[in-house]
């Protein structure tokens, strides 16, 4: 399937009268009653659920849609992940319910293969009518703890197809007129883990769309169910217009860029995603096309988080305060090739959404900047970060569960360096560590260190936040370590040759030394621990923004009194020399120029035949340049970007080639915007323990 | 009693000071304009309005922005945070949060951490969750970060040790050794602020307190001795963000509990006037020039919160549940991204103020709007500015044009309606999302705005009855003068319910009573003057947040504890599941000094007749329809003589707007009660 988003009035289940007119106020006014309705939504299921995933995590989204599915209102508190995902799986279920839905009905969905997100992530859908015409669509879609599956959390790196990830539902019909379906639910409830707590999250977000129903009822009483259809279309349309407005300043062209995942997690492979963006006019067509083939591992996605990472990102990008809502979708078109990791066919694994969403949004921030490159932003962590410490009470029955996803440093812009270990601005406002006291209280762990990683921001003129790095120490003899995670191998991107920030990194310390929980870094499953080994959570740094010799010395200087970077750094990325606390004005500028002259500049030439060595993009360099840059064969390296986020390939050595140029190919060519013969900074990026 | 007591409140722009005559039982009030650099002058000049020679003046109570100016312009004390070996970035890390509405925001920029990290210096030392001592506290290391404090001129330091909550003798012993290392410096303790666990909102409360600390001491300094200079010689108490007042040295040495001190007061005030006019559930809505605050009291309670955050920073300690929303009467009507009508939060403030005040604004406000319908005349507002009706009219035009409105009243309609709409919103979160009816309830409307759109926001939420206040204007520094003194006491005692030993829970209580009633007695309070309410912080085993539970008398049992934490889940989410594994968490302790309160002013000014109270009539544009409406002078009203709207009443300070579809009188305490007709 090549998708592209279905227009706002696709064929319905539910049919929808023509509209009547209406003034802007009352337009605000129901709008201003959505909000409202959403926010107590979100109230009651924070307080009512027993997944910690919702009520800590508040992982879970509601919102009013249209009776078409159209998402209508939400608020910024909801994941961006399920933005999108909301709207496809509410038009799932009216395409297979058509004809068949009335008051009083509820209905269940969560496969990703049409239009969920991951199988934890489970939509409830609650048709509005008034009194008997359609009204509005409610929803809610909520990250449950467990959802079944081969481990506890359903979630696991080693998932090689979907079954093994808990159970599936298609659009499921689970109350007719009024009256629950129990026996499906019996079903539902005898396949997951914990089945109590999960009726409860079903019940709690069952509560609010009760609610939710409710108050729908209220506002038709008071503007009549006209008006109300007629304000939802407005509001949509007027979402398009502001988009399209946003677009139109963005100068016309086709931009093309490429990231990676790590791998897999079934295979050390990194996975390419790419994109190329067309703004026409008003318009933006994104075509995911060479990116990935499917894969073994749990790294695929289902149709819609392709659109839903386009949209969030170009909103970020040209109208982060407009609404959200289905009609800022409409100007974006979006092909995502079916058999690929961002539109894969059944049964591939897709647990690894929060891995894989995240690598989109950095693809969709790197080509949409090189439009408009004042505006581009320095990667982010790029991973989901889950980590689990999971066991037994030393010398007791009773088992604990520690969990968190902790937050990295955030990208540099244009103004400012990014922010130290923050949720970033596609993520939800939420905690994504564990108080340490609360931890220690109930749990036999003990936080031994928790502080910033000196040196994580990616280096430049506007340095990337740093990320922290985290140690705890294990104070049970039963023990194990789960890690989901990614951009532990490929670092976040710098732009604008901004430095890479540094790199997610889980290892665990056992005998004074630092080992390997895994493999595959990042993807841990079920390492066993021992009374004393202490777990070490790195989280990445964001990338930088623009040359780091440009950075302003006292900025350095500060970032050293303050221990963001060290010394030695400030003098071999930044160039700033420091006598005691303060510049030195003369011997910076020196060494500046210094480091200037020894940048090493190769000059380019088009490399005929496969771009690619698998995944890979290929750089072809002759042996004089990787002695002096000390690279082998397959080595990783970027090339640094003046307008745009940096290129990744690995070395592969041409014993034929002068040692002043290498070879890209042209895709790569048209990436870097240089042609051959131009000159371009090369870097490697080192492993870890390089 | 005493014989004369004042409140003054000091907002940004007005002082204003109810002065209360206990022999005449009078009530005088006076307002000056606020001096922002030095807060003491404005208060001196304030009392000196209403009451040349202060040696009179028996009681001084004061609603200050000391505190929340301090956070807001970032100009609090060089603190030093010692902590805990390992944990110095505590402070900036968080909980990784933004604490700020900022989603899609790529630029976004984190409030930088009140203690930057040169200054955030660690020392060996370590408690385990059971209060154990896994490392001692490390008092050589402790010279070496006296030593760096000195050097960087820090005025404050906030020591924050790991699990202090359970123990706080590391704490307690470094804050000795600073002191005689460092005379001169302010110390404040997380344990003395906060003995509460999870340690990023302790540290960050108590780092606020150290922030504010040398802020405040000047200023309590400066008053003192400014009225005693000018022959006060009673106590200063101020009002705490809890709701209760404080007295100088408590202020002094808790400064971060003053940050709602202003918007406190106002509920206070209204708690008073609910008491005098009969009523127990009450919801305020306090309307200003920039803001709207809005509190749900309920039998004669405000609601509570234990934690909430102030500018991006988070402040554990139990406070007002207010909320706030951008809406006021000088909140800009305009029009973003092309179609987008938006009311506020932008302000056009005190300069240049709405278009109508002829001071150079040309952008259209709530208060324009108003002025086009005819709800505001043109009479003065304050003692300075007559409303100009033409400017209003052009400035609402202009945007009646821009977006396509067919006419200027149904521009102003559409202001004033989305500005309500955001108010009513305010009023659900806190009374339907939080499982209240908002029609079980008075709606207390008051403040420069409030009055006037009181009937519009309560028929958008369904509340049938209204009460505005006598001084509408002055209800914070009025609240000032009725409250009872106040102090907190809290410490976390986690413990499953299940397993629960009621004895120590009890021994608890006692022990927080028992200091409560000393905290009291040296304050001057007989036995029979004090009060102690118990709560408790209680939650389901799994989940991370806690509700508070009123523990009233002797309830200490198991069962009884069960029941009291169901019956508020219950109201507070609909429904709780009985067998739930239930934990408790912390212990509160309210210890409350009853004051004397003012007796309420006799009513003064009544004529016999209705007619005799109409100044005027004026057109009132309502669902784009004329009327005409009478306009009553407040003062002049008769006693409980009903009259229906449309109907306007005004008063220095505040109209008040009586739509079609409801009834106003004048009651015996000189309070309106409306009434919808329904």
Known sequence: MSDLIPAANAQAGIAVQPAVTIDPITVELVQARLSSIVREMRTIIIRTAYSRMIIEGHDFSSAVLSPTGDLVAASELEQPTHISALSWSARALIEKYRGDIGPGDLFLHNDPYTGGSHLNDVGLFYPVFHPDEPLAIVGVMAHWQDIGGMVPGSLSGSATDIYQEGIRIPSLRIARRGVWLTEVLDLLFANVREPQDRRGDLSAMEGACRIAERRLHAMAGRFGVATIRTALTALLDRAEQRMRDAIRDVPDGEYAYETYLDNSGESPAPLRLKLKLTVTGDEIHADFAGSAPQVLGPANLGPAPATTATFTMTKALLDPAGPINAGALRPLKVNAPLGTVVNARPPAACGAIGEVRRALEALVVGTLGKAIPERLVGDLKGASNITTLSGRHPGQTRDFLFAEFPAGGTGATAQADGNNTMRNFAEGDISSIQPIEAAELGCPLRVERMLLRQDSGGAGRQRGGLGLQREIRVLTPEAQLSVLSDKNIIPPYGVRTGGAGGRNRFTVRRDGKEIEPSPLPGKVTGFPLRADDVVIERTAGGGGYGDALEREPEAVARDVRFGYVAPETARSMYGVVLSGDNVNAAATAALRARLRAAKILLRLAKLDGDEYRGSNRVVEIGPSAAQQLRLADGDLIEFACPHGPSLLAWVRIDTQLAGDSCRVGASGLAILGLAPGDVAELRPIRAHNA | ?678
């Open chain 2, 1 to 678: 009693m005493d014989a004369l007591i004042a409140g003054v409140d000091v907002g940004g722009t007005f002082t204003d000071i109810v002065l209360f005559d206990a022999q005449r039982g009078e009530l005088i009030v006076g307002k000056v304009p606020s001096t922002p650099a030095n807060q003491s002058q404005g208060v001196l000049h304030g009392l000196q309005s209403v009451l040349p020679a202060l040696d009179r003046l028996g009681k001084l109570v004061h609603g200050t922005t000391v505190a929340t100016n301090t956070m807001l312009q970032k100009s609090g004390a060089v603190v030093a945070l010692v902590t805990s070996a390992g944990f110095r970035d505590v402070l900036e890390i968080g909980r990784t949060r933004r604490m700020l509405p900022s989603l899609y925001d790529t630029t976004f920029q984190r409030p930088a951490p009140l203690v930057a990290r040169p200054l955030r210096l660690e020392v060996a030392e370590r408690l385990g969750a059971d209060g154990i001592v896994l490392t001692p506290l490390d008092e050589t290391g402790l010279a070496g970060v006296a030593d760096a404090i000195r050097e960087a001129h820090a005025e404050s330091i906030a020591v924050c040790f790991l699990h202090s909550y359970v123990d706080a003798t590391h704490e307690l012993r470094a804050k000795a050794f600073l002191r005689r290392a460092l005379p001169g410096v302010w110390i404040t303790t997380s344990a003395e602020v906060v003995p509460e666990f999870r340690e990023y909102e302790r540290f960050s409360t108590t780092v606020i307190n150290a922030y504010l600390l040398p802020v405040m001491d000047r200023y309590m300094a400066a008053l003192s001795t400014q009225l005693a200079a000018h022959g006060y010689r009673g106590n200063v108490y101020t009002m705490s963000s809890g709701g209760g007042i404080m007295d100088l040295d408590t202020a002094r040495s808790i400064p971060v509990r003053t940050i709602l001190s202003g918007p406190a007061g106002g509920v206070t005030g209204a708690i008073w006037i609910s008491r005098v006019a009969g009523l127990a559930d009450v919801i305020t809505c306090d309307m200003g020039g920039t803001s709207t605050d809005v509190c749900l009291i309920e039998n004669l309670t405000p609601a509570f919160v234990n934690e909430a955050a102030f500018a991006g920073y988070p402040i554990k300690g139990r406070e007002v549940a207010i909320n706030t929303v951008g809406a006021g009467g000088g909140s800009v009507a305009y029009v973003e991204g092309g179609n987008t009508l938006h009311v506020g939060p932008r302000s056009a403030g005190a300069e240049p103020g709405p278009a109508c005040y002829g001071r150079g604004g040309t952008e259209p406000t709530v208060t324009d709007a108003n002025v086009v319908l005819g709800r505001l005349g043109t009479r003065l507002l304050g003692r300075w500015i007559r409303p100009d009706r033409e400017l209003a009219i052009r400035a609402v035009g202009a945007l009646a044009d821009k977006l396509g409105v067919a006419s200027i009243e149904a521009m102003a309609e559409g202001i004033v309606r989305i500005a309500v709409a955001q108010m009513a919103n305010a009023i659900r979160e806190i009374s339907i999302e939080r499982g209240y009816d908002p029609s079980d309830f008075v709606l207390l409307a008051f403040g420069g705005a409030g009055p006037m759109h009181a009937t519009q926001i309560a028929d958008e939420i369904a509340m049938h009855e209204i009460l505005i206040p006598i001084l509408p204007g002055n209800l914070s520094a009025l609240g000032l003068l009725a409250s009872d003194q106040s102090y907190e006491r809290v410490r976390t005692f986690v413990a499953r319910l299940s397993t629960l030993d009621p004895e120590p829970l009890a021994a608890a209580l006692d022990e927080h009573e028992r200091l409560g009633r000393d905290q009291l007695s040296q304050r001057g309070f007989e036995p029979h003057a004090m009060r102690f309410r118990h709560a408790l912080d209680m939650r389901y085993a799994r989940q991370a947040f806690e509700l508070t539970v009123d523990l009233p008398g002797s309830v200490r049992s198991r069962a009884e504890l069960r029941k009291n934490f169901l019956d508020a889940y219950a109201r507070h989410y609909g429904r709780a599941d009985p067998e739930g594994e239930i934990e408790i968490v912390n212990l509160r302790t309210t210890s409350v000094g009853v004051t004397d309160k003012p007796a309420f002013p006799p009513v003064r000014g009544a004529v016999q007749r209705l007619a005799h109270a109409v100044t005027a009539e004026r057109t009132l544009v309502v669902d784009g329809t004329v009327l005409m409406a009478a306009v009553y002078e407040r003062e002049r009203l008769p006693i409980d003589v009903i009259f229906e709207g449309p109907a306007i009443i005004e008063e220095d300070g505040a109209t008040t707007v009586v739509l079609p579809g409801w009834r106003a009188r004048r009651d015996a305490t000189g309070n309106l009660r409306l009434s919808a007709i329904r």
